[in-house]
T-cell receptor
Framework: EDQVTQSPEALRLQEGESSSLNCSYT??????LFWYRQDPGKGPEFLFT???AGEEKEKERLKATLTKKESFLHITAPKPEDSATYLC??????????FGSGTKLNVKP | DARVTQTPRDKVTEMGQEVTMRCQPI?????VFWYRQTMMQGLELLAY????????DSGMPKDRFSAEMPDATLATLKIQPSEPRDSAVYFC????????????FGQGTRLTVV
């Protein structure tokens, strides 16, 4: 069965302490893998779309990478304002979306 | 400042009543999504449209939910009759280039069915 699994469920970091979030997936043909950030009480905010293994994208302190089985969201020298829930989703060749349950990131000053 | 607009922001209704949620996608976007988010289930895709035609609505309970796009500037999600288990935050999102690219979310409609 197609699915998306994110780990860890929650992550606490000190400001400046770099780390990575994981999104593993099993789908019938990947059309795209998406990363979103969601703050409490708000709608998700688009971060990246990745389409093929080996692809990387960067935005400020965030870098997303993709392999055939998983994606990583690397956070370099995070700041407290990076605290949020990070969601991963995939779109398969049948135009179906699958979402992970998210990683709640807390960055302490 | 282009944004997805959802109305109402909050809705409290009694079980059995019809609920209609509206979404104005960003002008020029051809893909519109409806999501539901709860603490227990997380974010779920209910349905999405491209060029106003439904591409996938398999996430939506067909017996009580319906989603339509009467025109390119309006998407609606209706629940009839509503049930307490429908209580959730419903998000609309729109995207400019199809489902496999970026999407921009509205602020959501918080629905409470009592």
């Amino acid at each position: 069965e197609d699915q998306v699994t994110q780990s860890p469920e929650a992550l606490r970091l000190q400001e400046g302490e770099s780390s990575s979030l994981n999104c593993s997936y099993t789908v019938s043909g990947l059309r795209g893998l998406f990363w979103y950030r969601q703050d409490p009480g708000k709608g998700p905010e688009f971060l990246f779309t990745l389409y093929s293994a080996g692809e990387e994208k960067e935005k400020e302190r965030l870098k997303a990478t993709l392999t055939k089985k998983e994606s990583f969201l690397h956070i370099t020298a995070p700041k407290p304002e990076d605290s949020a829930t990070y969601l991963c989703a995939v779109l398969d060749n049948f135009n179906k979306f699958y979402f992970g349950s998210g990683t709640k990131l807390n960055v302490k000053p | 400042d282009a944004r997805v607009t959802q109305t109402p922001r909050d809705k409290v209704t009694e079980m059995g009543q019809e609920v209609t949620m509206r979404c104005q996608p960003i002008l020029g976007h051809n893909t519109v999504f409806w999501y539901r988010q709860t603490m227990m289930q997380g974010l779920e895709l209910l349905a999405y449209f491209r060029n106003r035609a439904p591409l996938d609505d398999s996430g939506m309970p067909k017996d009580r939910f319906s989603a339509e796009m009467p025109d390119a500037t309006l998407a609606t999600l209706k629940i009839q009759p509503s049930e307490p288990r429908d209580s959730a935050v419903y998000f609309c999102a729109s995207g400019p280039l199809g489902p496999n690219t970026e999407a921009f979310f509205g602020q959501g409609t918080r629905l409470t069915v009592v």
